[in-house]
């Protein structure tokens, strides 16, 4: 690719980025404009920005390399995150808003007047926010690395500290703005190219099916395995080998191998034939860092996918950036309208990450044997379209790309920086919010380095099982059940959301490798969300003189429609509120 | 390996936190093991108990709390049976032979009345009830009965005697407390209901006789400023709920200003920049309004008649977990020693109680930290901050937004 037109469209996204931030509110009004200047965020605004602060490197990249690689199955992961949404909207929008919780944290606060609850769930969030900014910062490196030659951690410090400088110099000030448009543009990177690709596939006669099985090379291509792996080979198969193969070292030899497993060294060439098919990759053996989840997922297929439904279906209302925006709507109706714009909006987005991913299979298909599938997005249009065309339609997906790891990264970081400034550090202010967000930043930084990387996609997977196993009984109970209690809910999101997360960093550090085991642990929501579940109300159950004053006062207050509750202390006179009247006539 | 070191470590590290925080909160002290002598010991023991037993009663006498407090107060007792009643009905019996609930009610009346403490004889058929005397110690606050406190135990003893007595009394001053505790609670009530500001009367004279000079030259003026004042004087006046929304002060504002405008015309201009993410923060009602006030005052009364115009600038940002309002003026400003002493309430200022009482008000609701911040000298205009958390405990707004 073109580095020529790929760094400025970056650099451009950046710019901009820092520009609407700092100066989108600079416009002072006079009291004549007043109705505009202290006009609430309208619910299509309030969608966009939350739909700009979701989509995250996951969205935009990892989910077109996982069509890539493993084919139509994984349309469920934009499904998931899509229809966590409608959960939302249908259990937590409107009474989250009315409780008038800020954070997670407040609206545990808020629900169960519990300083310890509050305190647990701010390490939820934290832990949240960490584990969902780590493939943000990776797959800023993976962009990075694939459009110029920077060493792999370049991207993520770029991100960071992009995002640390415009947090902490107060320039995201007019944040809804910036992440309403991040959302225009990563919508646009990706539609503008994908109507481009598409023609392109029209005009290459369009006629073969795309998941054909297995996929093959439309061309000569030369593939260099940088990791080293293990190809699995279902048909025998003729390459010409530059490199080692099965410990045999070969120098552009043509090489027949047969069906089986065959060892790739790292640093090899592997020239494959027109029409050949891809061989599948198995990167498990190799030391165990990049081990994709896809392993657990080909062994115990419907497992995987349930699990997968289930933490993203849940998990959505539990991210800790989500339910911030939520706090911006002036009251319960318009969370709701919001809710269902960003059902719209996102819905829209995701149709297009699995065009990628199927052209990706026509046209780039030796990515899947490289460990960059995430980068198919990135690549397709030098590909596809090539010349000038192409690299400025790169460079148009690469801005959304950083536009995607700016806005969701820089809301997590918020997120995060305000329960470390609330709850973690010792007092409050200003310069104790910069801190905070150095320190959100530089964890996920610091382990970025350290973990090897899990696809992008599956990574973020992982952040949603702990917050489906932590948040969403929390959420779901705290506002449906009266007989929640402290204890409950501490011991429910302890063991639910504790043990996915144990799950979690089990599967990142690459234990135990293969087997039963690892699909449970690579796809914990499945047991760990009723675990968390089946605690909180048990737990809760038997502790029934926990249950916090004012329960259902509180209740009240979540589920009553604003202008009752208002009428409800007093208000009257707009005739809604007022006493019921009795139809009187004479019989 | 690291890699592997690496993510357990990312990932134990919060639980590990939690546990040791939960852990140094249920840490009870050190046990008193090899600490003083054996009724050394005793006595801490009972301390501790009793220490234990007393949370619960603090929040009064209920149900509830006796349920909490009675298992702690038998324990300091030693005996079978412990019962807490309150005028009419047995809140908790815990230990055995509770079939002697109502009899207990029935032979209470006299110490209920009286107020004195009272030993008798139950009457049992059941022939394995160990109970054959109760004790019974009144628990009065204010030298009113609220309930009694009835030890059961198989003979009569007038240890039990005395202890039960000593133990009522000491339930007693616990409930005292929680009186104490409620008047406060009343007191802190009233003190924000009465810091709640008032609109000024003078605003009000001001108001109508800018109106009254519209009325001829230029009716339909007046009747918009008319509707103008309705609808401030309706919002201050308003009786429900101690809270409001900023989008609801910041109209309040405008109305505000709008009257003000009529009666100085060009000298007054007003910039507003207001981040629309903080106009649902809920904060005391009336707070942000006088700091208006305060800064058309200061800002009109350093130009004298005639002379320029006079600025004043509002801003609300967005500042994570906190909406940061300030409210500038480049008037006359203030002496800051003068200032520190009308806030510290040393002396009262001239001209109303705006400032101070705003700054009393946040610093009841938030805490503290969040008093006013006042940047100011003489001559040199005033800006005061305000910090408002977009979270805290108890805050609500009564009211609904403006909807545009």
Redesign the interface.
């Known amino acids: 690719m073109n580095e020529n037109y790929a760094v400025p469209a970056v650099a451009l996204v950046v710019v901009a980025t820092v520009f609407v931030g700092a100066f989108g ?7 004549s ?3 505009v ?5 309208g619910p299509r605004l309030n969608a966009a920005a939350i739909s700009g602060e979701y989509l995250s490197a996951a969205s935009f990249l990892g989910i077109a390399g996982l069509v890539l690689v493993q084919g139509p199955d994984m349309l469920w992961y934009p499904v998931g995150y899509t229809a966590g949404y409608l959960l939302l909207l249908l259990f937590v929008a409107a009474p989250l808003r009315r409780s ?4 997670l944290p ?1 609206f545990a ?2 629900r169960l ?1 519990s300083q ?1 609850v509050r ?2 769930a701010g ?2 969030v ?2 949240v926010g ?1 584990l969902y900014l780590l493939p943000q910062l990776q797959g800023a490196g993976l962009t990075l690395a694939v459009l110029t030659d920077a060493p792999d951690w370049a991207g993520g410090v770029i991100v960071a500290v992009v995002v640390v400088a415009t947090v902490a110099a ?1 320039g ?5 703005f910036v992440q309403a448009f991040q959302y225009w543009l990563k919508l646009t990177a990706l539609l503008v190219p994908a109507l481009f690709l598409v023609l392109a596939w029209q005009g290459d006669g369009a006629s073969r099916p795309v998941f054909d099985e297995p996929a093959t090379f439309r061309e000569q291509r030369v593939v260099r395995v940088e990791d080293g792996l293990d190809l699995k080979l279902t048909a025998p198969l003729t390459v010409t080998v530059t490199g080692t193969v099965d410990g045999r070292p070969h120098q552009d030899q043509v090489l027949h191998l047969p069906a089986g497993t065959h060892h790739i060294d790292a640093g090899t060439r592997l020239t494959f034939a027109k029409g050949a098919a891809v061989p599948e990759a198995d990167r498990g053996t190799n030391g ?2 990049s081990t994709s989840l896809a392993e657990g997922r080909e062994e115990r297929p419907l497992y995987a996918t349930y699990g997968l439904i289930l933490a993203t279906f849940l998990g959505t209302m539990g991210l800790p950036h989500v339910v911030v925006r939520f ?5 319960g109706v318009a969370a709701r309208r919001t809710t269902v714009v960003v059902l719209g909006l996102i819905g829209a987005f995701y149709l297009l990450p699995p065009v990628y991913g199927a052209l990706g299979r026509l046209y780039a298909p030796e990515l899947a044997l490289t460990s960059d599938a995430d980068a198919a997005v990135l690549l397709l249009p030098d590909r596809v379209i090539g010349g000038l065309g192409g690299d400025l339609l790169g460079a148009l997906v690469a801005g959304g790309a950083f536009a995607a790891f700016l806005s969701t990264a820089s809301g997590l970081a ?1 997120a995060v ?2 329960v470390l ?2 709850d973690v550090l010792p ?2 202010g ?1 310069r104790h ?1 910069r801190l905070g967000t150095v320190i959100a930043m530089a ?1 996920p930084l610091a ?1 970025s380095a ?3 990387g899990l696809p992008v996609a599956d990574a973020v997977g992982l952040a949603f099982a702990v917050s489906a196993s932590s948040f969403c009984p929390l959420l779901v109970l705290g506002i449906w059940w009266r007989r929640l209690t402290p204890p409950g809910a501490a011991a429910g999101m ?1 063991v639910g959301g ?1 043990s996915a ?2 799950a ?3 599967t ?4 135990p490798g293969t087997g039963a085991l690892h699909a449970l642990l690579a796809w914990p929501a499945l047991w760990s969300v009723p675990l968390g579940f089946l605690t909180m109300v048990l737990v809760s159950l038997a502790t029934p ?1 926990r249950v916090p004053a004012g329960t259902a006062a509180i209740l009240a ?1 979540f589920h009553l429609p ?2 009752l ?2 009428a409800h ?3 009257g006179g707009h005739g809604l509120g007022g006493p019921a009247r009795t139809e009187v006539t004479r019989t | 390996m690291s890699g592997f070191l690496a993510g357990l470590c990312v990932a134990v590290l919060p639980l590990l936190a939690a546990g040791f925080w939960l852990g140094r909160r249920t840490a009870r002290p050190e046990r008193l093991g090899g600490l003083g002598t054996p009724v050394e010991h005793a006595t801490f023991e009972t301390l501790h108990t009793a220490s234990l037993a007393a949370p619960p009663l603090r929040a009064g006498l209920t149900e509830e709390t006796a349920g909490r407090s009675a298992r702690r107060l038998r324990t300091l007792l030693g005996t079978d049976a412990l019962c807490l009643t309150d005028q009419k009905s047995v809140l908790v019996w815990d230990g055995v032979g509770e079939h002697h609930r109502a009899e207990i009610m029935e032979r209470l009346a006299g110490p209920l009345e009286t107020g004195r403490g009272e030993a008798f004889r139950l009457t049992c058929d059941a022939p394995d009830c160990p109970l054959r005397w109760a004790v019974v110690a009144p628990l009065t606050v204010d030298d009113r009965v609220h309930g009694a406190l009835v030890a059961c135990a198989p003979r009569e003893s007038a240890v039990l005697v005395r202890a039960a007595g000593e133990v009522a009394r000491w339930v007693s001053v616990q409930l005292e407390l929680a009186d104490l505790d409620q008047s406060r609670t009343r007191l802190i009530e009233a003190e924000i209901k009465a810091l709640r500001a008032q609109i000024s009367p003078h605003f009000i004279f001001n108001s109508l006789a800018v109106i009254a000079s519209f009325v001829r030259t230029d009716p339909e003026r007046a009747r918009e400023l008319l509707l103008e004042f309705a609808d401030f004087t309706r919002y201050s006046f308003r009786r429900h709920g101690d809270f409001t929304t900023l989008a609801d002060e910041l109209h309040a504002i405008d109305h505000y200003l709008a009257l003000v405008r009529a009666r100085f015309g060009d000298r007054l201009s007003v910039t507003l920049q207001i981040a629309p993410e903080v106009l649902p923060v809920a904060l005391p009602f009336l707070c942000l309004q006088p700091l208006v006030e305060n800064a058309v005052k200061h800002g009109l009364e350093g130009k004298g008649a005639s002379a320029g115009r006079s600025r004043i600038s509002i801003t609300a940002q967005d500042a994570g977990a906190e909406a940061l309002v300030v409210i500038e003026d480049d008037g006359v400003g203030m002496d800051p020693v003068l200032l520190r002493r009308i806030l510290a309430g040393e002396v009262s200022p001239s001209g109303g109680i705006g400032l101070s009482n705003v700054d009393d008000r946040l610093r009841q609701v938030y805490g503290d930290d969040h008093g006013l911040v006042i940047e100011t000298a003489l001559g040199a205009g005033m800006k005061i901050t305000a910090r408002l958390p977009k979270y805290q405990p108890g805050v609500h707004s009564a009211g609904r937004l403006f909807e545009n």
């Open positions: 509110l600079r416009i002072s009004r006079t009291t404009d007043f109705y200047a202290s006009r609430t965020v008038g919780a800020y954070t407040d606060e808020a007047a310890a305190r647990l390490a939820f934290v832990g960490w107060g995201m000030r007019s944040i809804t165990g860092m706090y911006t709507s002036p009251h918020m920086a305000g400034t609330q007092s409050r200003v919010f964890v382990a350290i973990v090897g302890l504790g997360l144990l979690v960093a089990a990142m550090a690459g234990f003189g207050r604003e202008e509750s208002g202390g007093g208000h």
